[in-house]
């Protein structure tokens, strides 16, 4: 590896797990179609990560997967080597940290501080044990039947369906379990999120006899991909705001339909989601995806965003509901009147940051308003401008800000800073 000499573009997968060997040789396929070198990583000398010693290994382009189970300080190394050395690594810097991020409690937590999606969230608690399992109970927080599970388990396994407190005795260990409580499927969805916006949806069902059996409604038993266009949009709007406020770029969201009621609950999120199932039922290429939005990231690096947010968007736009392709276009149009039907949904953006949605969307406005009418007034928001283009943009490419928001609304404040640097421009 120290004589190794990198060539146009090298993707580095860094997973050691057996049971991914079908991602991985998808990742290596779609480099192959690409033109892209490959490289995976099964570890990397402790000593050498201890000492930050990564410079001779091939990590420009990097999908970090998992080096050695739950070993998450490692994984913290490397992300922080990564980030400090500006290497495209998609989901670097998630909230939390991934020793968080995976936690289904943080999870929870998460959607609970999200204006939008909040309602989507489940009731989630700590077990600890069963006298504390009981408390939960009387004090109504969670009734039964409630759910036993692993903190940071994956396929549906190390689930409990417990119908009692008697059903308690039956455990024999409580630590890093949490209570959660059951909501009985119609069905389940994976919706995959990919650099803001939703590419794609699964529907799927498990075994309807045995409502313990969680590890058939994981895998799915009918599995089929949704194609009801309100059904999308609404699962896309909570999915992407799942993926938003974990800041997930690239994410498998579980979403959850109740049956009778068909209410919708956001199960989880999944930093390094699979797809072997996903791929064959949506006919979805996703590790292609994954390197699209890898190139992309890397070919804008040092550009400004007055070329980004433009090339952004237009490779996002037919992802969005047809009504956020029309109101992108008739901003940069500047066609009277059209913001008001999105004031209501700013409003909602709490004034927590510096540079949030609501007050970029107001200032912006504000603009837009002038601007129509007087054109030559212009120059008045050079400082606008300039504050704007300083702003690191989030990882989805607007200016949202990594903490809130989705595309659906990044698009209307990118719309607006576009239409703000032509009118500048043509003075």
């Known amino acids: 590896m120290d004589n190794y000499k990198y060539q146009h573009r090298t993707l580095t997968v860094m997973e050691g797990r057996e049971e991914n060997a079908p991602m991985v040789e998808g990742f290596k396929n779609a480099a192959k179609k690409k033109g892209w070198s490959f490289c995976q990583l099964l570890g990397i000398n402790s000593d050498k990560l201890a000492r930050f010693d990564l410079d001779d290994i091939p990590l420009d382009y990097v999908i970090f997967r998992e080096l050695s189970k739950n070993n998450y300080h490692e994984a913290e190394r490397v992300m922080y080597w990564l980030k400090t050395n500006h290497k495209v690594c998609i989901n670097a810097d998630v909230a939390g940290r991934r020793i968080s991020t995976s936690d289904k409690h943080f999870q929870q937590g998460l959607f609970m501080m999200d204006p939008f999606i909040k309602e989507y969230a489940l009731p989630t608690f700590e077990a600890k044990n069963k006298g504390n399992i009981i408390s939960y109970i009387e004090g109504e927080r ?38 959660e409580q059951y909501v009985k499927p119609e069905c389940d969805y994976r919706v995959f999120v990919m650099g803001g916006v939703a590419i794609g949806t699964m529907r799927k069902k498990g075994n309807t006899e045995n409502p313990g059996d969680f590890i058939s409604w994981s895998a799915g038993i009918e599995k089929h991909p949704e194609e009801d266009p309100v059904t999308l949009a609404q699962l896309a709007e909570i999915a992407t705001h799942a993926a938003a406020i974990s800041k997930l770029e690239y994410a498998g969201i579980d979403i959850l339909r109740e049956e009778g009621t068909g209410k919708l609950y956001l199960l989880e999120t999944n930093i390094a989601a699979g797809w072997p199932n996903f791929i064959p039922v949506t006919h979805i ?46 901003i940069l149009d500047g066609t009277p009147d059209i913001l008001e039907q999105y004031q209501a949904v700013f ?45 690191p943009l989030s990882w989805a490419g607007n200016f949202i800000g990594p903490e809130v928001g989705t595309l659906h609304d990044g698009a209307i404040l990118s719309a607006l800073y576009l239409f703000l640097l032509h009118k500048i421009k043509e003075i």
């Open 347 to 391: 409003d909602k953006y709490p004034n927590r940051y510096l540079y949030d949605a609501g007050n970029i969307f107001a200032r912006l406005k504000d603009a837009y308003q002038t601007l129509i009418n007087s054109p030559e007034k212009a120059g008045d928001y050079n400082q606008l401008l300039t504050e704007i283009e300083s702003m």
């Open 142 to 179: 969670v009734h039964y039947p409630i759910v036993l599970k692993d903190r940071r388990g994956t396929a549906g396994k190390n689930i409990t369906l417990v119908n009692s407190d008697s059903e308690l005795d039956d455990i024999s260990d409580f630590k890093n379990l949490l209570i």
């Open 285 to 330: 290429d996703i590790p292609m995806l994954v390197l699209d939005w890898m190139e992309e990231i890397g070919d804008n690096q040092n550009l400004p965003p007055s070329i980004t947010v433009p090339k952004y968007i237009e490779n996002r736009l037919k992802y969005l509901p047809a009504s956020i392709q029309e109101s992108y276009h008739q």
